[in-house]
């Protein structure tokens, strides 16, 4: 039985420099209990797609479609109201991929989680309370009664995901559109979550359709995928055929991009070499917080003893879940923190003798957010050659060599040069973070989640960038990651975080193929596989 | 929130501290207050017994001190002029600013908030056009200006509404849009964006893809995050209608505050000045100590930290 049917749909937007047509003549179906996957990368319409099925398209934007409709229900030919009244919550339930800023900051979760079930008239107010507390549950948020009267910034971000999650399923939507659900949330709380939406779609025959840039999550939980790419549909078919025999060439491409998780690693722990760049000696580091006024210190233990040291030349990877202390180690090892106990030396000088300008040009940070981490109102010239204005080093002509020269390693073009963040895209902002590292030519970078914000295929490329910057340069690299499927891709070893404490060290190999911790082997387990279908899954469980 | 408050609180007494320094040292340091009381023609002896007579020949740090201790009780001197308490004076006429800024206040809210938010509803409509002729224009026209033309237009050619004076509600209806038109164009420009920006938000999507529109999304979800940015405008708004009612009151000779402020400068009555300059300052520190508790208790992320 068919419960969404679209055909020949195209998405204009009227932008000031004239339309641009997002998507082109894209036809989906949907039957009961059936999960689509679309892929693609950012830009290629597949968000689009969803938002003109929930009339949430921008105002800009018009939208025609040969068919539209819903459980038999022609969709364009209802009016505003009645399709405010029928369709968004109770059928067509949506959650959005920005779990910092999708819950109104000023309303408990109770009240943003109960309110439309309510309006509705479908519970009454302790019914709903009962249901939302039922569901904040299974999205496995701890004391959930207790969280129905928090706000949303007393939340993490996955703890926010996953209250939107619940909140949709308040109104037992028949189709649920997720946009990138779960890549705010580490890969255990991902497979929990992606777990939770298949026992739905089971259980109510709910209708799912997952979008993501990642084929792997995506092939492993949908029946049919579609492929987008510019705007259109380029590939549709069953998991298994567009896994295995894809036709278009750019899923060719973006398959040959998505970093695997099988095989030997790419590097087996060639580096030789054994002296210490920066070590961290019984790191230990507490913050401490106060509830109300008079109320008792809580103390946080977000290191406890870490030992820690990375070797010349090579990439060591540091993974662990939000909040295991990951980026608390990767501030203290760039200087940026002090530890309450232990020592951090570089090049077996103990960190704190350093001045700030002299350990800047030892080891420089590569942020996560390539979209925030520039300074959108200078030019890139400008951008990369701060650390040596910062450092009084050179002059105007040298400081343009060294830029012109950076700016060729991470192969930006040099028209680039003065344009503005802004003009790039985010493959090309993070090569710009990259080049304002190396332009001190410094012997070590500390990159925190370098491509989690990147398609797959920029991913791809940056790894490789990272990767021939290590061999060219003899770079060495704190990689500090919680994706294991990038790990297995650059990583000469890997070290493992939990709560705090390294549970686990050694070669990539060793770590990848036999784990001797509990947590590794979870976290290696709950890594989205690629190759793995829906039925491999079922057929495992 | 209790520490929040008391914490603002503190902050707000240290400002009216510093304000009745300043206030204070303006009178008696940047002119010498006994030649002002004296007059410009007095002979020298004239001002010499002036000096002696107001206590004004002893130290300035004396002088503010007894002043400021005056001040905690309640007491803030007598009147050169009227030659009574200036603390009564100003209880006295007191009234009709607060009234008229009050006024002023609800005629501002009024035509601002709801022209502000049908303005971002339909961005780039005629609404929204007409709306921003409306702030331009009320920005550009100054106080008196408008307040002669009201008088022409509504109480000579038609007079539905007094000329001047103060006895009757009627007597403020002009007065108080005049005073109010000219707060219009910054709350109105402020609810405008505020609310744009919040329609953008992800959680205004996420709330639409519930299955709210139109009126009950506004109230729902965006009026409490609109109204945030536009509190704290309005305090520093209503602390302006007290200062501004200078004008205003000489305009519709409105017996208030105002025109007490303008009597005791011409008079070069020194402690009514001060203590007019003190009570504007404490009101607009009220004010803006009443917007940050306001605030606190519309946003639970100032609340808890």
Redesign the interface.
């Known amino acids: 039985m068919t419960l969404l049917d679209i055909q020949n749909l195209d998405i204009t937007l009227s932008l000031p420099n004239g339309p641009l047509h997002v998507v082109r003549d894209v036809s989906l179906s949907l039957a009961k209990g059936e999960a689509l996957g679309i892929v693609g990368e950012s830009g290629s319409g597949k968000s689009m797609t969803a938002l003109a099925l929930?009339r949430?398209l921008p105002r800009s934007a018009s939208c025609t479609a040969a068919r539209m409709a819903f459980d038999g229900q022609d969709l364009p030919a209802l009016d505003?109201?009645a399709f405010?009244?029928a369709?968004?919550?109770?059928k067509i339930?949506?959650i959005?991929q920005?779990p910092m800023?999708?819950?109104?900051?000023?309303?408990?979760i109770g009240r943003q989680m109960t309110?439309?079930a309510v309006?509705?008239g479908l519970l009454s107010v302790p019914e709903a309370r009962q249901k939302a507390v039922a569901l904040l549950d299974r999205v496995g948020i701890p004391d959930p009664q207790d969280r129905m009267a928090q706000?949303p910034?007393?939340l993490s971000g996955g703890q926010r995901q996953r209250v939107?999650i619940a909140?949709?399923l308040m109104?037992d939507p028949d189709l649920l559109i997720a946009d990138e659900p779960t890549t705010a949330l580490d890969v255990t709380v991902q497979a929990q979550i992606l777990d939770l939406l298949d026992d739905l779609r089971r259980e109510r025959q709910m209708g799912l359709i997952l979008i993501s840039h990642d084929l792997a999550v995506v092939a492993q939980r949908t029946d049919r995928v579609a492929v987008m790419y510019m705007g259109e549909l380029v590939e549709q078919g069953s998991a298994q055929d567009v896994l295995f025999e894809p036709r278009h060439d750019y899923t060719k491409a973006l398959l040959a991009a998505i970093p695997r998780l099988d095989g030997p690693p790419r590097h087996a722990g060639d580096s030789a070499a054994t002296d210490e760049v920066i070590a961290a000696r019984d790191v230990t580091r507490r913050f401490t917080s106060r509830k109300?006024?008079f109320g008792p210190k809580r103390e946080t233990l977000a290191l406890d003893g870490v030992s820690l040291s990375v070797k010349r030349g090579e990439t060591l990877a540091l993974i662990g879940e939000s909040g295991s202390g990951k980026s608390t180690l990767a501030r203290i090892l760039l200087g940026l923190d002090q530890p309450d106990a232990g020592e951090v030396r570089m090049l077996d000088r103990p960190v704190a003798d350093l001045a700030p300008t002299d350990r800047a040009a030892f080891v420089q940070p590569v942020f996560q957010d390539p979209y925030t981490s520039l300074n959108p109102r200078r030019r890139l010239a400008e951008i990369i050659a701060r650390p040596l204005v910062l450092r009084d080093e050179g002059d105007r002509a040298s400081r343009l060599a060294a830029v012109e020269e950076a700016m060729e390693r991470v192969r930006l073009p040099a028209r680039l040069l003065h344009a503005y963040p802004s003009q790039l895209s985010g493959g090309q902002r993070q090569r710009v973070a990259i080049a304002r590292a190396l332009v001190t030519r410094p012997q070590a970078l500390i990159c925190d989640e370098p491509t989690s914000a990147l398609d797959v295929s920029v991913q791809a490329q940056i790894l490789d960038l990272l990767d021939e910057l290590r061999r060219d340069m003899g770079l060495t690299c704190l990689l500090v990651t919680h994706d294991m499927a990038v790990v297995h891709e650059v990583a000469d070893r890997i070290a493992v975080m939990y709560r705090g404490r390294i549970v686990e060290e050694g070669s990539a190999e060793a770590v990848l193929s036999n784990p001797s911790n509990d947590y590794t082997a979870r976290l290696l387990a709950a890594a989205p596989r690629f190759g793995e279908t829906a039925e491999d899954r079922q057929v495992a469980r | 929130m209790?520490?929040y408050i008391a914490l603002r609180g503190l902050l707000a007494l240290l400002v009216a501290f510093t304000v009745s320094l300043a206030a204070f040292l303006l009178l008696n340091v940047a002119a010498d207050p006994a030649q002002a009381i004296a007059g410009e023609d007095a002979t020298p002896e004239v001002v010499e017994t002036i000096r002696a007579r107001y206590g004004l020949d002893r130290p300035l740090a004396v002088r503010y001190a007894d002043w400021l201790g005056g001040v905690v009780q309640g007491d803030f001197g007598e009147s050169y002029y009227w030659h009574k308490p200036v603390a009564s004076l100003v209880a006295d006429r007191a009234d009709e600013t607060i009234t008229l800024a009050f006024s002023a206040l609800a005629v501002t809210i009024l035509i601002a908030i709801p022209l502000g938010a049908l303005a971002a509803l339909n961005p780039n409509s005629w609404i929204d056009r007409l709306a921003l002729g409306v702030a331009v224009s009320a920005q550009a026209v100054p106080n008196f200006w408008l307040g002669l033309i009201m008088i022409i237009l509504f109480a000579v050619m038609v007079p539905i509404f007094p000329v001047s004076g103060d006895d009757s509600w009627r007597h403020f209806v002009l007065p108080a849009f005049v005073l109010g038109a000219s707060s219009v164009p910054a709350v109105m420009r402020l609810t405008r964006t505020g609310l744009i920006e919040v329609m953008g938000?992800?959680?205004i999507?996420?709330?639409?893809?519930?299955?709210?529109?139109?009126w009950?999304l506004l109230r729902?979800?965006a009026l409490?995050?609109a109204i945030l940015p536009v509190i704290s405008v309005l305090a520093v708004q209503l602390g302006q209608k007290f200062g501004g009612s200078v004008i205003t009151e000489s305009i519709f000779a409105i017996n208030g505050l105002g025109r007490l402020a303008l009597e005791s400068i011409l008079g070069a009555d020194i402690p009514t000045v001060q203590m007019l300059i003190f009570v504007f300052a404490i009101v607009f520190v009220a004010m803006n100590l009443l917007a940050d508790i306001l605030n606190a208790a519309?946003?639970?992320?100032i609340r808890?930290g």
């Open positions: 929930m949430l505003g109201p405010t009244a369709i968004p919550g109770p339930g949506m959005f920005e800023t999708s819950l109104n900051p000023v309303y408990t309110e439309a309006a509705r706000y910034h007393q939107m909140m949709t109104l109300g006024l | 209790l520490r938000a992800d959680y999507r996420t709330a639409r893809s519930k299955g709210f529109r139109g009950q729902r979800h409490r995050n519309l946003d639970p992320r808890i």
